[in-house]
């Protein structure tokens, strides 16, 4: 089991910036890759960042790519996203996940992963609002 807590979202101007940040509990952190996704009002969770379990390697939706940064601590057990240049389409609510360990065998329990479904635990999500 993992326990994932988000903090951080709030209210923000156009062209400002906030720091997510998610903190696990429950399994080994620095064993497994972790996920930051979205959901704004009346539309699909949508993949946002994923970053490997050393945090060598990241991926980043192309909606956000060179704003956004994921990154993580081990030592602390958490994980960032930094957002700057933040738009009102950015407005969502945002959640970070971490993949199951019956999908310990894949690549992308390691290596993270832009699909929803390769995650089995969630937060329980931050709201982050952009206003123009």
């Known amino acids: 089991q993992v326990q994932l807590v988000e903090s951080g979202g709030g209210l923000v101007q156009a062209g400002g910036a906030l720091r997510l940040s998610c903190t696990a509990s429950g399994r080994t952190f620095s064993s497994y890759a972790m996920g930051w996704f979205r959901q704004a009002p009346g539309k699909e969770r949508e993949f946002v960042a994923t970053i490997s379990w050393s945090g060598g390697t990241t991926y980043y939706a192309d909606s956000v790519k060179g704003r956004f940064t994921i990154s993580r601590d081990n030592a602390k057990n958490t994980v960032y996203l930094q957002m700057n240049s933040l738009k009102p389409e950015d407005t969502a609510v945002y959640y970070c996940?971490?993949?199951?360990?019956?999908?310990?065998?894949?690549?992308?329990?390691?290596?993270?992963?832009?699909?929803?479904?390769?995650?089995?635990?969630w937060g329980q999500g931050t709201q982050v609002t952009v206003s123009s």
């Open positions: 996940a971490a993949p199951s360990l019956s999908s310990a065998h894949s690549s992308a329990y390691y290596g993270g992963s832009s699909k929803a479904n390769d995650y089995d635990y």
